[in-house]
C-alpha cells in the first residue's frame, strides 16, 4: 500500500512538473517563438536555432554531434528534434492590434547522446505555449466555454489530449507515425485560431514567411512537417522532469 502511495505520489509530481516546465510563458521554456532570435539585423544570427538537418542526418554526425551537445550544454542549451515546425502570426488576447510572431516545433523531444554518438529520445513532447498562443485567437473569455463543449466547433483542447495519448511511449523509432500527429495539430489549430496556413519546404522558409507576414500586417501560418533538429536553451527544470520521467516509468515496469 505504502509503495503504491509512493508511485501514484511521484507520477504526480513528474505531470505537475511536465505542466509548469512546458507550458510556462517566460524564460527558456517558453516555445512559441523559440526558433525565432528577437529583432537581430544579422540575419544568420536571428535564424541561428534552425539547421537543415533531419533526425537520421544528426545520427550520422556520431561523435561529433555528442560534442556539439556537449559544447551547447554549457550555454545551457541543447539540442532538440522537431516533429512538424509551425511558425506565423497571431492576435494575442485583449491585444487586437499587435500581431505577434510563431516559429515553433509542435512536438519535440530533447536529443540525449553517448559519448560514441548514439543518441535517443526519452519523450515526445506536445507545444503548449505554442497551442495557447493560437487558442486565444478564438472567441472572448464570455464565449469559452461554449466553444468548448460545442461538438460542432474544433476544440484544440481535446486535439492535445489525444495527440500526447498517441505519443505515451512513442520512441524515436516510431517517427513515421508521429509525423501524422503535427498535420492534425495544424488541421485543428489553424481552425481554432481562423488563420489559414500554407505548407513550407524548410523550417527557413516557414520561419522568413511568418516575419513577412507579421511585417505586412497578415495573419498567416506557414507549416513545415518532417522531422527538423533545432537547438534552442533548455527549459528549466527539465532535467528534473527527465529524472522523474525515467523514475516513474521503472516504477511502473516492476
Not at 503504491?4 to 505542466?19: E, G, H, V, W
Not at 544568420?44 to 554531434?65: H, N, P, Q, V
Not at 551547447?72 to 499587435?98: H, W
Request: hydrophobic share 35%; glycine share 6%; aromatic share 10%.
Amino acid at each position: 500500500m505504502q509503495e503504491d502511495l509512493s508511485t501514484r505520489y511521484l507520477l504526480y509530481l513528474r505531470d505537475m512538473s511536465r505542466q509548469i516546465i512546458f507550458s510556462t510563458s517566460s524564460g527558456a521554456g517558453n516555445y512559441s517563438q523559440v526558433l525565432i532570435q528577437g529583432r537581430k539585423k544579422n540575419k544568420d544570427e536571428r535564424f541561428s536555432r534552425i539547421t537543415d538537418y533531419s533526425l537520421s542526418k544528426i545520427e550520422l554526425k556520431g561523435s561529433e554531434a555528442y560534442r556539439a551537445d556537449i559544447n551547447l550544454a554549457a550555454k545551457g542549451f541543447g539540442l532538440f528534434c522537431a516533429l512538424g515546425i509551425l511558425c506565423g502570426t497571431y492576435i494575442p488576447k485583449n491585444k487586437k492590434n499587435s500581431l505577434r510572431l510563431l516559429a515553433a516545433p509542435i512536438i519535440y523531444g530533447r536529443l540525449l547522446f553517448e559519448e560514441e554518438g548514439d543518441c535517443d529520445i526519452s519523450e515526445w513532447i506536445v507545444n503548449y505555449d505554442l497551442a495557447t498562443c493560437l487558442y486565444s485567437e478564438q472567441t472572448d473569455e464570455s464565449e469559452e466555454m461554449d466553444y468548448l463543449f460545442n461538438d460542432e466547433k474544433v476544440s484544440g483542447s481535446n486535439t492535445i489530449r489525444e495527440i500526447e495519448s498517441f505519443l505515451e511511449h512513442k520512441s524515436k523509432n516510431d517517427l513515421q507515425n508521429i509525423l501524422k500527429q503535427g498535420d492534425i495539430f495544424v488541421d485543428d489549430f489553424s481552425k481554432v485560431a481562423e488563420i489559414p496556413f500554407v505548407v513550407c519546404k524548410t523550417p527557413l522558409e516557414a520561419a522568413q514567411s511568418a516575419i513577412e507576414a507579421r511585417d505586412n500586417g497578415q495573419k498567416m501560418l506557414y507549416y513545415c512537417p518532417g522531422d527538423w533538429v533545432f537547438n534552442a536553451p533548455v527549459p528549466d527544470g527539465l532535467n528534473t522532469y527527465t529524472a522523474l520521467d525515467e523514475i516513474a516509468k521503472e516504477l511502473q515496469e516492476v
